[in-house]
């Protein structure tokens, strides 16, 4: 699989930093959530005493998103400006968030456009009704991909 930039993945990077600016800027730069501390300090922890401790030298498990927390420790590893790490993750994620939902929409969309072409074609070629109702002998049960002559073709006074 090979990963490449759209167009729109430019004006979606450009929305999630306005956002995470936006939110920054509105709250003072600081989390909302106690939550966000704690991850903080099992991050810092983490980097200067490679210990998964919320106070050093005492181990303990209340960070409930470890990923995150240790991507929160690469920041401190790195000497980064905690909120300044903290919130250009949230852009990347975002971000990235925002990138994969339009991909699956618009490939959703394309597949679900030519699923509903398919089928109108079935309807317009049997004339009674289309198969989107099904056929219980085919393998999946689903009508499609299979054209059937009309119920009323053997009957041509029908």
């Given at each position: 699989?090979?990963?490449?930039?759209?167009?729109d993945d430019l004006?979606?990077?450009?929305?999630?930093?306005?956002?995470?600016?936006?939110?920054?800027?509105?709250?003072?730069?600081?989390?909302?959530?106690?939550?966000?501390?704690?991850?903080?300090?099992?991050?810092?922890?983490?980097?200067?005493?490679?210990?998964?401790?919320?106070?050093?030298?005492?181990?303990?498990?209340?960070?409930?998103?470890?990923?995150?927390?240790?991507?929160?420790?690469?920041?401190?590893?790195?000497?980064?400006?905690?909120?300044?790490?903290?919130?250009?993750?949230?852009?990347?994620?975002?971000?990235?968030?925002?990138?994969?939902?339009?991909?699956?929409?618009?490939?959703?969309?394309?597949?679900?456009?030519?699923?509903?072409?398919?089928?109108?074609?079935?309807?317009?070629?049997?004339?009674?009704?289309?198969?989107?109702?099904?056929?219980?002998?085919?393998?999946?049960?689903?009508?499609?991909?299979?054209?059937?002559?009309?119920?009323?073709?053997?009957?041509?006074?029908?």
């Amino acid at each position: 699989m090979r990963l490449t930039l759209r167009r729109d993945d430019l004006l979606i990077a450009a929305v999630a930093f306005g956002m995470v600016a936006l939110y920054a800027a509105v709250a003072g730069g600081g989390f909302p959530l106690d939550d966000s501390w704690i991850h903080q300090t099992y991050a810092r922890n983490l980097a200067q005493t490679g210990q998964w401790a919320f106070i050093p030298g005492v181990p303990s498990a209340a960070s409930t998103s470890p990923l995150y927390t240790i991507l929160l420790a690469v920041g401190y590893k790195l000497g980064a400006p905690f909120m300044l790490w903290t919130h250009s993750l949230g852009v990347a994620a975002l971000a990235g968030t925002g990138m994969i939902g339009a991909r699956m929409a618009r490939y959703g969309h394309a597949d679900a456009a030519e699923e509903r072409r398919r089928v109108g074609e079935e309807v317009a070629d049997d004339g009674a009704g289309g198969t989107a109702g099904g056929d219980p002998a085919e393998p999946n049960g689903t009508g499609f991909g299979r054209r059937r002559p009309s119920p009323n073709a053997a009957d041509p006074q029908a």
